[in-house]
């Protein structure tokens, strides 16, 4: 019996519609939410350093950074350097755990060079209250001796002495309060450094602040990284002096100045 061919008939699959691709926009927030996930997990200092060097600027030790760390940033710092300084202490072979002296050393020295000896890195600079020169001032005036403690930036020891600070106003400079003399003197040897540029970057700020006729800057001090270690005289000093204006000019006026700060 002749078998009947059936005809099949193809169903064609029905066409799903294309789904529109939409971009999706990328705001501030949204480039900030990024960069924030993929910082996590990254120390405090990589990323105050990654924005110091955005800006192209200068992160020597000597150097201050108050205005790339964010308010709150600086207890965070101080636990990264806890965190490390333990770690320089085992590497001493030194027992943190049974030894109660030194049980928390690395905190105590975290908090010293962050909020203490180092503390011209990190805040900014203190703020200067002008005067006008309304008697039109322009004799020599003398400020100091002011103490100074400071560290090497070779060897991290202490730097402790005294700065003399003499100023030849004019009519035209502005004048500030004693006291800001000593806070800004404080806030930039407060910084790993050396003596011979500390005191430039002193005269230059005081230049800056006061625009006196003259300014000179002398530093006398004792530096621990000749008396505690190395040929350990404890008799070493350094005097340096900086002269601008009218006392590099003026051999009297820088006699004079230099006569009255050897009485002190």
Same mark, same amino acid.
């Given at each position: ?25 990328? /705001?501030?927030?949204? &480039? ?13 200092? /990589?990323?105050?350093?990654? #924005? ?20 709150? *940033?600086?207890? =965070? ?5 806890? *965190? ?18 030194? &049980?928390?050393? !690395? ?5 010293? $060079? ?5 503390? =011209?890195? $990190? ?12 008697? #039109? ?15 090497? !930036? ?16 004019? &009519?035209? !400079?502005?004048?500030? =309060?004693?006291?800001? $003399?000593?806070?800004? /003197? ?14 430039? *970057?002193?005269?230059?700020?005081? *230049? ?7 300014? +000179? ?12 270690? =190395?040929?350990? %005289?404890? %008799?070493?000093?350094?005097?340096? !002096?900086?002269? #601008? ?8 006026? #820088?006699?004079?100045?230099? +006569? ?5």
């Amino acid at each position: 019996m002749p078998t009947k061919k059936v005809a099949v008939k193809k169903s064609t699959p029905a066409k799903t519609p294309l789904k529109k691709v939409v971009a999706k926009k990328i /705001t501030p927030a949204t &480039k900030v939410a990024k960069a924030t996930k993929a910082d996590e997990g990254l120390p405090l200092s /990589t990323l105050i350093r990654r #924005r110091i060097k955005a800006q192209n600027a200068r992160f020597h030790a000597n150097d201050n950074i108050a205005a790339f760390i964010k308010p709150g *940033e600086l207890e =965070g710092l101080m636990d990264e350097v806890a *965190e490390k300084m333990q770690a320089v202490l085992e590497s001493l072979v030194i027992d943190t755990e049974s030894d109660h002296n030194t &049980k928390n050393t !690395s905190r105590r020295v975290a908090k010293m $060079y962050v909020q203490e000896v180092f503390n =011209g890195r $990190y805040v900014e600079q203190p703020a200067l209250t002008k005067f006008p020169n309304v008697s #039109r001032l322009n004799e020599l005036m003398i400020i100091g001796p002011i103490t100074v403690r400071s560290a090497c !930036s070779h060897h991290l020891c202490p730097i402790m002495g005294r700065i003399w600070i003499g100023v030849l106003p004019s &009519k035209n !400079s502005a004048l500030i =309060g004693l006291s800001k $003399y000593s806070r800004l /003197t404080e806030w930039v040897m407060c910084r790993p450094q050396i003596q011979e540029e500390a005191v430039v *970057e002193l005269a230059d700020m005081l *230049e800056k602040k006061i625009k006196p006729v003259g300014v +000179a800057v002398v530093m006398d001090a004792d530096h621990f990284c000749m008396q505690w270690r =190395g040929v350990k %005289d404890r %008799d070493s000093k350094m005097i340096n !002096s900086v002269m #601008r204006g009218a006392f590099l000019k003026d051999s009297n006026l #820088r006699r004079e100045f230099l +006569a009255l700060i050897e009485r002190k």
